[in-house]
């Protein structure tokens, strides 16, 4: 048993990765044997991952917020607390917060045989942003 207790300042979602202001806290990092690794992660308002995929898929868990994501050629689809999506291994897409509201959720993933977990592309511009459906259009019981 090990105890990590809560004195790990969280770090800054970098520009490379992502758009607008993320908060990232650790939950785990993979270590052999496992390849298992979890965060939370704060969405300020507007902000969003850049267009990425991860090579073994990945699973994200809304907690508090509204937050968006978007798998490429779908459509951009809004998430509540308690929505989980699972993203199927190399399947392109983004996740964030909505333009209005701020976004939590816990995103797990495996790595592959060469330790990654995730390949990164370009950042979502704003008109892909832009074209989430209105909130008032939307709810946790409509879709
Ligand atoms: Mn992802």
Request: one cysteine or more; a positive charge.
């Given at each position: 048993?090990?105890?990590?207790?809560?004195?790990?300042?969280?770090?800054i979602g970098p520009a490379d990765w992502f758009t607008g202001t993320v908060l990232i806290d650790t939950i785990t990092t993979q270590t052999a044997p496992s390849r298992v690794a979890a965060a939370n992660v704060h969405f300020m308002p507007g902000a969003r991952t850049?267009?990425?995929s991860h090579p073994v898929g990945q699973t994200i868990w809304v907690t508090e917020g509204v937050g968006l994501?978007?798998?490429?050629?779908g459509p951009v689809e809004v998430i509540w607390p308690g929505d989980r999506v699972v993203f199927a291994p190399g399947e392109d897409h983004w996740h964030g917060a909505c333009s209005t509201r701020?976004?939590?959720?816990v995103a797990i993933h495996e790595a592959d045989d060469s330790g990654s977990t995730v390949s990164w592309g370009a950042a979502v511009s704003d008109v892909e942003y832009g074209s989430?459906?209105?909130l008032e259009d939307s709810s946790?019981?409509?879709s």
């Open positions: 048993m090990q105890i990590t207790r809560n004195r790990t300042d969280s770090s850049h267009w990425h994501c978007q798998r490429r050629g701020f976004m939590v959720h989430a459906p209105r946790p019981r409509s």
